[in-house]
């Protein structure tokens, strides 16, 4: 597997996250339970990677296979992560979150539905820690 860090804008990755973040199971899990305009990502995504924000996107041989993205906040990182359900529970996401995370020493924070318990796994597996928890959705912090 490869980690690719995405600086600019590239139609056909950026193609690949909006496939991704339409599926019905990442809409699920997502804080946000909108479908995503196809215009309105690019342009969304153009800016993202204008400002201090990472976006990794995992690949496996010519096939990529889901996203990281580390969006600046204040004094945090606030990281998301979705994957293809084919690549579920097979540790992919816990070594790739590790790999950046460790590497990029930041004050991270992850907001995860109280639901979605392979989010939740990953977060721990890579050494976040439950700070504090809402009606809707747990904090981790790392």
Do not use: C
Not at 9 to 25: A, C, P, Q, T, V
Not at 56 to 69: A, P, S, T
Not at 90 to 102: E, G, N, P, R
Request: proline fraction near 1%; charge should be positive.
């Amino acid at each position: 597997m490869r980690i690719l860090h995405i600086k600019k804008f590239d139609e056909k990755i950026s193609n690949f996250i909006f496939r991704l973040r339409n599926k019905k199971y990442v809409i699920i899990n997502s804080l946000k339970q909108n479908k995503i305009l196809r215009k309105e990502h690019n342009k969304w995504l153009k800016k993202f990677l204008s400002k201090k924000n990472k976006f990794f996107v995992l690949k496996i041989k010519k096939n990529y296979i889901g996203y990281i993205r580390i969006e600046k906040m204040r004094k945090n990182f606030k990281v998301s992560w979705a994957l293809l359900k084919k690549y579920k529970n097979k540790k992919i996401m816990s070594f790739a979150l590790q790999k950046i995370t460790d590497k990029l020493k930041l004050n991270y924070v992850a907001l995860i539905k109280k639901n979605n318990y392979p989010s939740i796994k990953v977060a721990t597996n890579t050494g976040f820690k439950l700070s504090k928890k809402s009606k809707t959705y747990f904090t981790f912090h790392k």
